[in-house]
């Protein structure tokens, strides 16, 4: 059971990490908004903030990144459990 659930977790963190609609419908004050909403904000038509917009990119995935690296053995265990050998 723990590579499935490993695997589920780290699905599940990347896709809580990464929500963009239901924070930016909710959170009204710029100051309360998340890091994925923020990374939007610096693009506009008017000018792109790339520096910003890449160390902002860095440190979005770096948390992403340590939990895959924490859980890679049983996240590649859950994902090829289900696999059918040809």
Known sequence: MKPSFAAMAILNGMNSWNNLLWPFMVLGD???FTLPIGLKT????YGNNY????VGSFFAIF????????????????????????
């Open 42 to 45: 610096l693009l506009t038509p």
């Open 51 to 54: 520096d910003l917009l890449m």
């Open 63 to 86: 948390p992403i990144f340590i939990l895959f690296m924490c859980f890679q053995k049983y996240f590649i265990d859950g994902i090829t459990a289900g696999a059918v050998k040809g």
């Open 30 to 32: 710029q100051k309360k």
